[in-house]
Nanobody
C-alpha cells in the first residue's frame, strides 16, 4: 500500500508558476513510478506527466511539454510537479499517482487531489 497526499495547489495568474508536491507513505515509494494527472470541470481525467522510480525517464503530455517539470526525491518520499507559464486551461484538480509500471494510465494508488486555478 502507498498513501499519497498532494499539496501546493492554489490560485495563480496566467503566466505564473506553482509547484505541487506529492508526499508518499507506506510501502517503498522509491520502487514505484509516479504520475501526475488532472481533471477539469466537466472533463475526463487526463495524463500530465510520469517519471520512473529512478527518475531516469520522464514523459509529458503535449499540452504541458516545455512548461511543466516532473521530479522526485526518493530520500524524502516526495514527488513534484513544477508548473510554469500557466494558462487558464491548466485549471483543474491535480492528482498524483503511483504504480509499479511506468505508464500514462492504469495507476494503482492515487492521492486526493489539489486544486489549481489559473486566472486570466
Amino acid at each position: 500500500q502507498v498513501q499519497l497526499v498532494e499539496s501546493g495547489g492554489g490560485l495563480v495568474q496566467a503566466g505564473g508558476s506553482l509547484r505541487l508536491s506529492c508526499a508518499a507513505s507506506g510501502h517503498a515509494f522509491s520502487s514505484y513510478a509516479m504520475g501526475w494527472f488532472r481533471q477539469a470541470p466537466g472533463k475526463e481525467r487526463e495524463f500530465v506527466a510520469a517519471i520512473t522510480w529512478s527518475a531516469a525517464s520522464v514523459y509529458y503530455a503535449d499540452s504541458v511539454l516545455g512548461r511543466f517539470t516532473i521530479s522526485r526525491d526518493n530520500a524524502k518520499n516526495t514527488g513534484y510537479l513544477q508548473m510554469s507559464s500557466l494558462k487558464p486551461e491548466d485549471t483543474a484538480v491535480y492528482y498524483c499517482a503511483a504504480d509499479k509500471r511506468y505508464s500514462t494510465s492504469g495507476y494503482e494508488y492515487w492521492g486526493q487531489g489539489t486544486q489549481v486555478t489559473v486566472s486570466s
